[in-house]
């Protein structure tokens, strides 16, 4: 069984910084793809960020480019996103998501995750 476990979570005031943790651990020593989205009160999930298996390729939406960075751990499963220059509207429960299924790049649509951590709560304070 595979876990996801995402850390960093918090309150942040506007345009301040905040770093999420999240890391992926099974039975095996292979690479996932994984990704992140969020879901706001009301609102769907989204897609927010996401990085391929090795680490190569990133891909992020378009209302977060610029501001975060989703990097990862040289041969681990852990990822990290790096947020700069919150707005209110990134507020939302950020879940981290990962596949061992093959894929060339980053995932970018949420039905291609098998494996899901229960999420972290990201609050932007105005």
């Known amino acids: 069984q595979v876990r996801v476990v995402e850390t960093g979570g918090g309150l942040v005031q506007t345009r301040g910084s905040l770093k999420l943790t999240c890391t992926a651990s099974g039975p095996t020593s292979s690479p996932y793809a994984m990704g992140w989205f969020r879901q706001a009160p009301g609102k769907e999930r989204e897609f927010v960020a996401a990085i391929s298996w090795s680490g190569g390729f990133t891909n992020y939406a378009q209302n977060v480019e610029g501001r975060f960075t989703l990097s990862r751990d040289d041969n681990k499963n852990t990822v990290h996103l790096q947020m700069n220059s919150l707005k209110p509207e990134d507020a939302a429960v950020y879940y981290c998501?990962?596949?061992?299924?093959?894929?060339?790049?980053?995932?970018?649509?949420?039905?291609?995750?098998?494996?899901w951590g229960q999420g972290t709560q990201v609050t932007v304070s105005s």
């Open positions: 998501a990962a596949t061992d299924d093959f894929h060339w790049g980053p995932v970018l649509d949420s039905s291609e995750y098998k494996y």
